[in-house]
């Protein structure tokens, strides 16, 4: 049967799986708990505000390998990459959770959300990791990911029992799928084209994200900044989320017209797999269409440059619309920002790489306009100082010390006899 890939949300329906202030203590009470870890954390919070809907919970055994060989769920949907809630065997035993139990997620010593464990099982990490990554090699980030699971999966549906509290200066930009939906609508657009960064934005970023809203001819532009797992020598989230805010302060873009958000996902560098991932839940935040532009989530030389521009024509319809972008420039002979697609001067091109606005960032000396905006740099250095003693990239101090991106405040014990308290 033909599967419909373009119902918006995902699937047709935005899931939601949030316990009321009044069952969450009962919900939670005498269960057995099972402390997560951040990453773990990030997707039960995903799972139930319907950032990954139709997903309801952990993936089940048949649900991953469909996911891994096919790139569907079991019901045809398009779904690329697993979303897994791995255990030891050595700590399921430990805690004796079996099939059928339900048990208390917690995070921070605080309750997070109770699983109802559909299955416990295995599956080959090596296998998931080929499938996905299109390599085994060891080199790749996202495959040392995979490997390093642990050997058995606890699978089933999740249910908040207790909303995070998203700490400053996050606060004012994470905003839960139906939240961005409500945003979209104060803003009135019907249309949105997503821009997935990891990145302070530099002049080239500030003309992509222009040209895509021209050429999607959509109603605003949502930069969705992935904020998850870190590494040495990245941007630290904060400079990030405030540096695209300014570009908007600042009167680069409209007040109507540009939105920043966050989004708490760990980069799998999963070149195309992580494209359509990245579409799928932008879909769920209400988008119309989503920028991929050179080496979208790719990392090495694992994935053709335009690998994430090819592989949609092989999908059915997702329901979002691929804006594919080449790079933008400053060309010296144009005298004006440029677009690899119109440019005739590749080769006397300013370079824009990393490196380039990394030198100007470290190094104290004001960037040409034609590299990084003022107003860019100012804020980036003021998160550098604020966040991180004065270096705007992630150091092994700043991943010891920075603050969390949410908390879990303590949830009341349930004090009805029949429950023992939290
Ligand atoms: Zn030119």
């Given at each position: 049967m033909a599967v419909d890939n373009?119902?918006?949300p995902h699937g047709g329906e935005l899931i939601e799986r949030i316990a009321s202030p009044k069952d969450a203590p009962h919900l939670a009470a005498g269960l057995t708990r099972i402390a997560v870890r951040d990453s773990i954390a990030r997707e039960v919070i995903n799972l139930c505000y319907g950032f990954?809907?139709?997903?309801?919970?952990f993936m089940v055994r048949s649900q991953v390998d469909s996911v891994v060989k096919?790139?569907?769920?079991?019901?045809?949907?398009v779904w690329s990459i697993p979303i897994v809630f791995d255990v030891s065997s050595q700590a399921i035993a430990e805690v004796g959770v079996k099939q059928g139990d339900s048990v208390l997620l917690t995070y921070q010593d605080q309750a997070l959300a109770v699983l109802d464990v559909a299955e416990i099982f295995s599956y080959d990490r090596e296998t998931m990791a080929r499938h996905v990554y299109g390599t085994a090699d060891q080199d790749h980030p996202g495959v040392m990911r995979t490997l390093g699971l642990e050997d058995t999966f606890l699978g089933g549906p999740v249910t908040l029992v207790n909303s995070p509290v998203i700490n400053p200066p996050f606060d004012q930009f994470w905003k839960t799928p139906r939240e961005l939906r409500q945003r979209f609508s104060e803003l009135g657009w019907s249309t949105a084209v997503a821009h997935q960064t990891r990145n302070v934005p530099h002049v080239g970023h500030e003309w992509m994200m222009k040209g895509a809203l021209l050429s999607s001819e959509a109603d605003g532009i949502l930069v969705s900044a992935v904020i998850g797992e870190k590494k040495p020598g990245d941007y630290i989230d904060e400079a990030i989320v405030l540096a695209h805010n300014r570009l908007r302060e600042a009167g680069f873009f409209l007040p109507h017209i540009h939105e920043t958000s966050t989004l708490m996902w760990d980069m799998r560098y999963a070149g195309p797999r992580e494209a359509v991932f990245h579409a799928i839940v932008r879909k769920n935040l209400g988008c119309s269409h989503h920028m991929f532009g050179r080496?979208?989530?790719?990392?090495?030389?694992?994935?053709?440059?335009y690998a994430a521009h090819e592989v949609?024509?092989?999908?059915?319809?997702?329901g979002i619309n691929s804006v594919l972008t080449l790079e933008w420039w400053y060309c010296p002979v144009c005298q004006s920002v440029a677009y690899e697609g119109h440019c005739g001067h590749r080769d006397q091109k300013e370079d824009l790489a990393g490196t380039v606005i990394r030198r100007i960032i470290d190094g104290g000396q004001e960037p040409a306009p034609t590299t990084l905006r003022s107003e860019i740099l100012e804020i980036v250095r003021e998160c550098a100082d604020k966040y991180n003693s004065g270096s705007a990239f992630v150091t092994p101090k700043y991943l010891e010390k920075r603050a969390p991106v949410f908390s879990l405040p303590t949830l009341d014990c349930c004090?009805?006899?029949?429950h023992r308290p939290v």
């Open positions: 373009t119902l918006s990954f809907s139709p997903l309801d919970g096919n790139m569907t769920l079991t019901n045809g949907l080496d979208h989530a790719g990392v090495g030389n694992y994935y053709d440059t949609f024509q092989n999908l059915p319809d997702l004090t009805c006899t029949k």
